[in-house]
């Protein structure tokens, strides 16, 4: 047995030792060096291209450049809206899901606001214009006055919303969840019954998807707004108001019928972390700044073309 199993190890020795083993082991390390090198090669690329696209990203360009940012985000979501939007018997059945669980955490108290606010004259009037208005309205001005008087930190407010409104789209795309209003759980439509504006016409749903509750971009974008407020504007009032905006949206929201309370957390959960990644994408820049001071630099309303 000793006799067999040294000449098996010879065998294995002298085949090991064979020019064919040989060549082989030297094409597969030669294999394996070139591997190595295209990764090093593909990673430095990717990291180079990073790069390039923080910086731009953290650049501040022309009106018409930045016109054309906000008028691309809109056409994602209408894209989102009629590529992958879903039917309104899917945000139902999806809505069903977020009441239950609701229920489960004790957080379903959205039609006893409804009817408290109704019922008690709670400025429903005000409630149903501002849902309208706050998104409409509110968050465009924002960003013009921003990008007009504030030029330094444009790059960050703006950054923020794309990143918030974006992560909100990839939701809309694969959860479409109808809002309570569109339920058979004894909501009102407050703004389409007490104001022209009629959230259920042909030529209104036109412009929004019907089915995106969750997330509330309306909470998603308050903070922007907010932001703005309180670190760009030298008014005490102006920065009292920037700290109640998000309060005043998330309760305008669900007393409207618009949205439930996980809403108000799955907006927080979009914006929070695009405000961090905002943040990060304007250091790439030292021209750009996050900066407290109301106080524009002597720059701050020269156009900067092609950065």
């Not at 070139?34 to 910086?55: E, P």
């Not at 109704?118 to 998104?135: E, I, K, R, T």
């Not at 921003?146 to 809309?172: D, H, K, T």
């Not at 750009?288 to 106080?295: G, K, M, Q, R």
Request: hydrophobic share 55%; proline share 6%; with cysteine.
């Amino acid at each position: 047995m000793a006799r067999i199993r040294h000449e098996r190890l010879s065998l294995r020795s002298a085949g090991a030792a064979h020019p064919r083993w040989d060549a082989a082991r030297g094409a597969g390390m030669d294999l394996g060096r070139a591997w190595w090198s295209s990764l090093l090669a593909a990673s430095a690329w990717v990291l180079a291209n990073l790069r390039a696209a923080r910086r731009v990203a953290a650049s501040t360009g022309t009106g018409f450049r930045e016109l054309l940012i906000a008028l691309s985000a809109y056409g994602a979501y209408s894209l989102v809206r009629g590529v992958f939007g879903g039917t309104l018997l899917e945000g139902r059945d999806n809505a069903a899901d977020l009441v239950g669980a609701e229920k489960a955490l004790g957080l379903y108290v959205e039609g006893d606001m409804q009817r408290f606010f109704v019922d008690h004259s709670l400025g429903m009037p005000f409630w149903n214009a501002f849902y309208v208005v706050s998104q409409v309205v509110v968050l465009p001005l924002t960003l013009f006055l921003v990008y007009r008087y504030r030029r330094p930190a444009y790059a960050f407010v703006r950054n923020m919303a794309i990143v918030s409104w974006s992560a909100g789209l990839v939701v809309y795309a694969l959860l479409p969840v109808a809002p309570p209003r569109l339920l058979a759980s004894g909501f009102t439509d407050t703004v389409s019954s007490q104001t022209f504006f009629d959230l259920d016409s042909d030529l209104i749903r036109a412009f929004y998807n019907p089915v995106a509750a969750m997330p509330s971009l309306h909470v998603g974008m308050a903070p922007v707004v907010a932001w703005a407020l309180i670190k760009l504007t030298p008014w005490v009032w102006t920065r009292a108001l920037g700290w109640a905006y998000p309060v005043l949206v998330a309760v305008c929201i669900v007393v409207t019928g618009n949205h439930y309370v996980l809403d108000i957390a799955g907006g927080l959960a979009v914006v929070l972390p695009a405000a961090a990644l905002a943040a990060w994408i304007v250091r790439a820049r030292p021209d750009v700044a996050v900066t407290a001071d109301p106080a524009p630099p002597a720059h701050a309303h020269a156009e900067r073309a092609g950065t």
